[in-house]
């Protein structure tokens, strides 16, 4: 729809992402070959407790 954003695309920059992002989902395609592999290791899963867990349920 190009009646919201620049013809319908929201433009962020670097200083944008480190002040306001805290998590980012990208097609496995897309990511370098050494986070490729870090998928493929053994997740660590983080207490409920973890604040890294409630920050991310905001």
């Known amino acids: 729809d190009d009646k ?7 433009l962020m920059n670097d200083s944008w992402f480190a002040e306001y992002m805290f998590e980012i989902a ?3 395609k897309y ?3 050494e986070l490729q592999k870090a998928l493929e290791l ?3 899963v ?6 890294m867990g409630s920050l991310a349920a905001w």
């Open 4 to 10: 919201v954003g620049n013809k319908g695309f929201f």
């Open 26 to 28: 990208v097609p496995r």
């Open 31 to 33: 990511l370098p070959p």
């Open 42 to 44: 053994e997740p660590i």
């Open 46 to 51: 983080l207490p409920a407790w973890d604040p």
